[in-house]
Nanobody, 118 residues
Framework: QVQLVESGGGLVQPGGSLRLSCAAS???????????MAWYRQAPGKQRELVAE???????NYVDSVKGRFTISRDNAKKMVYLQMNSLKPEDTAVYYC?????????WGQGTQVTVSS
């Protein structure tokens, strides 16, 4: 069984900050520390896109639109993944999903809504 549960979304004004959290559980995550974990997002009418990913080595990868504003981190002992989002813009509005990356079959949670609006 695979379970990824996101939290921390909400409504925020432009320029504001949010911190998303993701808790991983299930047999797939028995070796959580070696997995590449990621955050994705899907805006209305658009395809899901990779926002940020973090390898066990500490190597990160960000989509250009969030570089310098978002930071992905993880706590392997707690099997948690985080996304700190600063200087939020209306175009960051989307459902944000925690998931795996670089696997033959990747997994995602149910998502958490982030709305950036004044």
């Amino acid at each position: 069984q695979v379970q990824l549960v996101e939290s921390g979304g909400g409504l925020v004004q432009p320029g504001g900050s949010l911190r998303l959290s993701c808790a991983a559980s299930g047999s797939t995550f028995n070796f959580f520390s070696i997995l590449v974990m990621a955050w994705y997002r899907q805006a209305p009418g658009k395809q899901r896109e990779l926002v940020a990913e973090l390898a066990s080595s500490g190597t990160t990868n960000y989509v250009d639109s969030v570089k310098g504003r978002f930071t992905i981190s993880r706590d392997n002992a707690k099997k948690m993944v985080y996304l700190q989002m600063n200087s939020l813009k209306p175009e960051d509005t989307a459902v944000y999903y925690c998931g795996t990356s670089r696997l033959p079959v990747n997994y995602w949670g149910q998502g958490t809504q982030v709305t950036v609006s004044s």
